[in-house]
């Protein structure tokens, strides 16, 4: 972890979750001893946070490692739509795209999931049948998250009970910048339990949080709450996704694992527009993780918009051609 103070990460030796992250429990204490308490997580060096992703952009990928790399991008994609003027037949069109990327080239994909309202979750697995595409359906009153929490576990059980195989929810933004954690803590776990056997992806929707500091301590809360995987936003709010905040998620998902032995995802979500960023955050991710997070399973990219630049990328090394953006489907 990049601590305020430019020290290095610390090994607890506990691994027992529930003793490392309990509301109010003492630092030291327990079979975490060492670690910070749930909500008195390691100041954020910004200056540091900022300095090593600006390290990251400056990588240059090459070749067959490039083509491998934008391989693995597009295997971790969900393709999201969420608009009010979504139809069954946008819904099909964008799952046949995550199916086959690139119609002439079965070697690239399929995606990693297709992101879709309640509404179009049956339309999405009928289309998706067979396949191991997931369908994620977001939940909890996105994007606000501005509901009660009885509507909102409703959200979740509709969702689930139509297919889902995973749920994205939203943190109550207001709770978590006022200091009502507990709140924020009881309506993840809550939506945890609701959510049955399927995975919950928690967006933090860090644009509106403010600082790192505030990012690290939500992203720890989300954990400790259940999360399957941390999110960074829902793409409506901007800024969205950064490397900088993708790096302090990442660091607080790397100190779980070192506490826990419990692997965590992450989804970068909104923001995201280009192969070479892409490449970049696979980077980021293998330096701070490792191997074992180089998998849809553990990491995912929240851009739809790339795809297509990623595509072009991958043509452009099979032909030695540029293409052109009409040449690929938008949906």
Known sequence: MIHENGGGSSHPNGNGANALFRTGGATGQGTGGGR??????????????????????????????????????????????????????????????????????????????????????????????????????????????QSPLDIKLEDTRRAVSFGADEIDMVIDRGAMLSGDYAKVFDEIAATKEASGAAHLKVILETGELGSYDMVRKASDLAIAAGADFIKTSTGKVQPAATPAVTLVMLEAI?????????????????????????????????????DAWLTPDL??????????DVLMQLEKERTGLYQASDDFSKD
Do not use: W
Request: hydrophobic share 45%; glycine share 8%; with cysteine.
């Open 36 to 145: 910070f308490a749930l909500f008195e997580p390691p100041k954020v060096n910004a200056v540091a946070i900022e300095e090593r992703v600006s390290a990251f952009a400056k990588r240059s990928i090459k070749k067959a490692t490039k083509v491998s790399g934008l391989k693995l991008a597009v295997s971790m994609m969900d393709l999201t739509t969420l608009e009010g003027k979504d139809t069954a037949g946008k819904v099909r069109q964008l799952c046949q795209k995550a199916l086959r990327p690139l119609e002439e080239d079965p070697s690239i994909g399929p995606c990693a999931a297709i992101c879709v309202y309640p509404n179009h979750v049956a339309t999405a697995k009928d289309a998706l049948a067979g396949s191991t595409v997931k369908v994620a359906s977001v939940a909890t009153a996105f994007p606000s998250g």
């Open 254 to 290: 790397r100190d779980h694992f070192y506490a826990t032995g419990r692997k965590i995802g992450m989804k970068p979500a909104g923001g995201i527009r280009t192969a070479k960023q892409c490449l970049h955050y696979l980077v980021m991710v293998k330096e701070t993780l490792g």
């Open 299 to 308: 990491f995912r990219f929240g851009a739809s918009a790339v795809l297509n």
